[in-house]
């Protein structure tokens, strides 16, 4: 069965300090894998997808960036947080034949 | 244009009782995929049931039905004899035949009191 994770449950970074988030998917090849951000109480804001190595779609211009350097394996990054950086980051992974996604348990970050 | 809306923002009802959360999707393209997926407090969202255009046939799991009107473009979902673990944020979505990305509604945030 497949499996998705994420790293650190849990973050609190001083404003200015760099990001790096990590996915990794078990049990699948060549999903297509997605970023989103929930502010607190709010709803969900794609900020990149992948549907492959290497290849990835940014959906809003913002100081974060991702990376794709393996199959199953999708990195969140930034060189210098912002106060509204913080929030809920999910990890999803899609089959390449289905369209229903499937979440991580999520990354809250709170940057101070 | 693509889009999603489910009006209710928070539902509050007692235990044992019916709810239906509503949801609203407007699209021009004539294949699609509808979800609904459940966030409950832990932050983690679990997919419920994906439904294709060409297939407007309720489904029941459980407690669980979904009702899909195409002609109303309305994708429901009903729990009877709802239970204090139902409370969470439940999400409809959108998405397109041969597309990557998933438009995503509000969520309505669902309250069962014991």
């Known amino acids: 069965s497949q499996t998705i994770h994420q790293w650190p449950a849990t973050l609190v970074q001083p404003v200015g300090s760099p990001l790096s988030l990590e996915c990794t998917v078990e049990?699948?090849?060549?999903?297509?894998l997605y970023w989103y951000r929930q502010a607190a109480g709010r709803g969900l804001q794609l900020l990149f997808y992948?549907?492959?190595?290497?290849?990835i779609s940014s959906e809003v211009p913002q100081n974060l960036s991702a990376s794709r350097p393996q199959d199953r394996q999708f990195i969140l990054s930034s060189k210098k947080l912002l106060l509204s950086d913080s929030g809920f980051y999910l990890c999803?992974?899609?089959?390449?034949?289905?369209?229903?996604?499937?979440f991580g348990p999520g990354t809250r970050l709170t940057v101070t | 244009a693509q889009k999603v809306t489910q009006a209710q923002t928070e539902i509050s009802v007692v235990e044992k009782e019916d709810v239906t959360l509503d949801c609203v999707y407007e699209t021009r393209d004539t294949t699609y995929y509808l979800f609904w997926y459940k966030q409950p407090p832990s932050g983690e969202l679990v997919f419920l049931i994906r439904r294709n255009s060409f297939d407007e046939q309720n489904e029941i799991s459980g407690r669980y039905s979904w009702n899909f009107q195409k002609s109303t473009s309305s994708f429901n979902f009903t729990i009877t004899a709802s239970q204090v673990v139902d409370s969470a944020v439940y999400f409809c979505a959108l998405s397109h035949t041969g597309g990557f990305k998933t438009i995503f509604g509000a969520g309505t945030r669902l309250f069962v009191k014991a």
């Open positions: 049990g699948t090849s060549n999903p297509n």
């Open positions: 992948s549907v492959g190595i290497g290849q």
């Open positions: 999803a992974w899609r089959p390449s034949n289905a369209y229903e996604q499937y």
